[in-house]
């Protein structure tokens, strides 16, 4: 089993572009998370889905969304990248408690 | 805010030798857990410790819970090098669907 996997690894933007971060999970997980976590601010959840077709906001979801089309996949977009976008982003997957996560892509937007 | 905070910030420590991280939390939980992250990695879970449990063991690790102080301690025993990482508390998030709020993390250093 891969786990969670995360496409691309790295990605540099300029403002006002658009991208989509994939993030897919071979463990039937219901539920999955997107998370940035910036210096000394730990990990922050920008949206979730507790199903295929289903999503949510999280803390902070603006300038973001997202969509779960099948039950292993969770897509996050941005639709006009900002310099505060700029950040390391996780995605995460979980049954019940335990979430497992995602190696991270690290993007730049200048 | 229902954020759990670790103290220390961050730790250096001597191999062999033990290292404690504390975590507070401020509302009440139904279980907290505890997450490393190597550099440049993603979180991986090393437990989970449930309101109704004052303790609880994995390997090197001591979890200890103090649902009336709000609080938590992570105790590595007899340090590594390869424990050399960040590490998160993790408690429930008001927003439900098993959603988590991390805390900002304690950087731990094992030197060799």
């Not at chain 2, 990695?41 to 390997?59: A, D, M, P, T």
């Not at chain 2, 960040?86 to 998030?93: D, G, H, I, P, Q």
């Amino acid at each position: 089993n891969a786990g969670v996997t995360q496409t691309p690894k790295f990605r540099v933007l300029k403002t006002g572009q658009s991208m989509t971060l994939l993030c897919a999970q071979d463990m039937n997980h219901e539920y999955m998370y997107w998370y940035r976590q910036d210096p000394g601010m730990g990990l922050r959840l920008i949206h979730y889905s507790v199903g295929e077709g289903t999503t949510a906001k999280g803390e902070v979801p603006d300038g973001y969304n997202v969509s779960r089309l099948k039950k292993q996949n969770f897509l996050l977009g941005l639709e006009s990248a900002a310099p505060s976008q700029t950040s390391v982003y996780f995605c995460a997957s979980s049954y019940v408690n335990e979430q497992f996560f995602g190696p991270g892509t690290r993007l730049t937007v200048l | 805010s229902q954020q759990g905070e670790e103290d220390p910030q961050a730790l250096s420590i001597q191999e062999g030798e033990n290292a404690t991280m504390n975590c507070s939390y401020k509302t009440s939980i139904n279980n907290l857990q505890w997450y490393r992250q190597n550099s440049g990695r993603g979180l991986v879970h090393l437990i989970l410790i449930r309101s109704n449990e004052r303790e609880k063991h994995s390997g090197r690790l001591r979890v200890t819970l103090d649902t009336s102080k709000k609080s938590s301690s992570l105790l590595i025993t007899a340090s590594r090098a390869a424990d050399t990482a960040s590490y998160f508390c993790a408690t429930l998030s008001r927003l439900g669907a098993n959603n988590l709020f991390f805390g900002t993390g304690t950087r731990l250093t094992v030197i060799p």
